[in-house]
T-cell receptor
């Protein structure tokens, strides 16, 4: 199964600044997903990122606030822009591993973001 | 869009007792079903999955789940829990490869010594 790492693991940021989160996979994958987990809540999909195309955002999420890059088949970044305390969450990336098939997703350890 | 309901937000249970965590989903179309576990300050780890075939699925750490199509349920069970099972458990549904996952709100399992 795919092994996923994220950087940073956690950060404390000031209001109005931006943070870029990196997601690295140990194998080539087509589809990568970015989720947000707000305190005490479940996971909500932010966007789907396929290599070579624009990310597809879910309702309530926009590219200006959460720009995503997907430069190759093993890497993606999510930027949280112009942050406010409401952006304090855990941000997770996940991938579908074509070696396992069947739409199973593997998750990174998450980036715990606190905005002051 | 799918809707996933985890009826119990918190489940306290004594060590070595059995436990069942309930999950219901909304759609009657063909779906893939998953249970993930999230230990404190960690990411999500797959416990088990149902894709097709036998409705009773066995996963890691002694957990199992049963798919019931008529009741659109996928309840998670363990006959005897350990302290180390204390974690957040998420049920998730997917309509197939390339489709997003829909997560339930999670069930916090606390095992009491």
């Amino acid at each position: 199964s795919a092994v996923i790492s994220q950087k940073p693991s956690r950060d404390i940021c000031q209001r109005g600044t931006s943070l870029t989160i990196q997601c690295q996979v140990d194998s080539q994958v087509t589809m990568m997903f970015w989720y947000r987990q707000q305190p005490g809540q479940s996971l909500t999909l932010i966007a789907t990122a396929n290599q070579g195309s624009e990310a597809t955002y879910e309702s309530g999420f926009v590219i200006d606030k959460f720009p995503i890059s997907r430069p190759n088949l093993t890497f993606s970044t999510l930027t949280v822009s112009n942050m406010s305390p409401e952006d304090s969450s855990i941000y997770l990336c996940s991938v579908e591993d074509p070696r396992t098939g069947f739409g199973e997703q593997f998750f990174g350890p998450g980036t715990r973001l606190t905005v002051l | 869009a799918q809707s996933v309901t985890q009826l119990d937000s918190q489940v306290p249970v004594f060590e070595e007792a059995p436990v069942e965590l309930r999950c219901n989903y909304s759609s009657s179309v063909s779906v893939y079903l998953f249970w993930y576990v999230q230990y404190p300050n960690q990411g999500l780890q797959l416990l088990l999955k149902y894709l097709s075939g036998s409705t009773l699925v066995k996963g890691i750490n002694g957990f199992e789940a049963e798919f019931n199509k008529s009741q659109t349920s996928f309840h998670l069970r363990k006959p005897s829990v350990h302290i180390s099972d204390t974690a957040e458990y998420f049920c998730a549904v997917s309509e197939g490869t390339g489709n997003q996952f829909y997560f339930g709100t999670g069930t916090s399992l606390t095992v009491i010594p």
